[in-house]
Structures are given as C-alpha cells and as structure tokens.
C-alpha cells in the first residue's frame, strides 16, 4: 500500500501510525527517528481533531486533516481503527489527488487489516 502512494510524484515518506503515536510501517525516504516523531505529531493532530469534534458540531470519528507548509503537506488520514496513514508531500502536489489515492489505498487493503488491536 505505501509503495504505491509513494510512487506519486511529489510524495515524500509514508507512515502508518498508531493513534498513541507508534510506528507500524514507514517507506524509505524517512528514518526510524523522523518517523517516530513525525508519529508523536500526527498523533497530536487526529487528538486535537478529536477533541474540536463537540465544540464544532460535529458528529462521527475523525476522517483527515491536512497541513500546509510552504514547501509542503503533511496528510493524515484515518486507516482503521486506532490507526492513521500519514503522508508527506513536496508543495507543488495536487492536494485531492493526494487525500483521494490514500482514501483508494486505504478501501484497497481493508480498514479491518489497519486496525491497531487495543492495548491493555
């Protein structure tokens, strides 16, 4: 799933997170450090999101969020449940693009097969 994500021009790395800020997978072009804390980050970002839920009005789980830098995006998507797939892109992407092959990938692999187990 990741490698085909990374293969889209302007993509970065690709992670799959947990939603406590693990790391379950990640492409080349990051390393084990980076992707740790990119992970610690995302998972702020899906709590934040969580947490603006009421206050916005908003009913259901968290879907995706999407930062821009400029020189950059960081997507974090939603995989299943307790995990996210978080990409990071060059600027100059399509960001629908973007949020459309992770929700293809995502529907591709099974949300049942990305879910992170609960841990006691």
Do not use: Y
């Not at 800020?21 to 492409?27: A, D, K, N, R």
């Not at 072009?29 to 995302?42: E, H, N, P, T, W």
């Not at 879907?63 to 995989?79: E, H, I, K, T």
């Amino acid at each position: 799933m990741l490698a085909q994500l990374r293969e889209i021009p302007g993509v970065r790395f690709c992670l799959v997170i947990t939603s406590d800020g693990l790391v379950e997978t990640h492409t080349d072009g990051i390393d084990k450090d980076r992707a740790d804390s990119i992970a610690a980050v995302c998972s702020a970002l899906v709590a934040s999101a969580a947490a603006a839920e009421d206050f916005a009005g908003f009913a259901g789980p968290f879907q995706q969020n999407f930062s821009q830098w400029a020189d950059g995006f960081l997507f974090v998507r939603r995989a299943g449940d307790r995990t996210c797939l978080a990409v990071a892109t060059a600027a100059d992407i399509n960001p629908g693009l973007i949020a459309h092959a992770m929700a293809e990938r995502i529907k591709q692999v099974g949300e049942s097969t990305l879910s992170t187990p609960a841990r006691a």
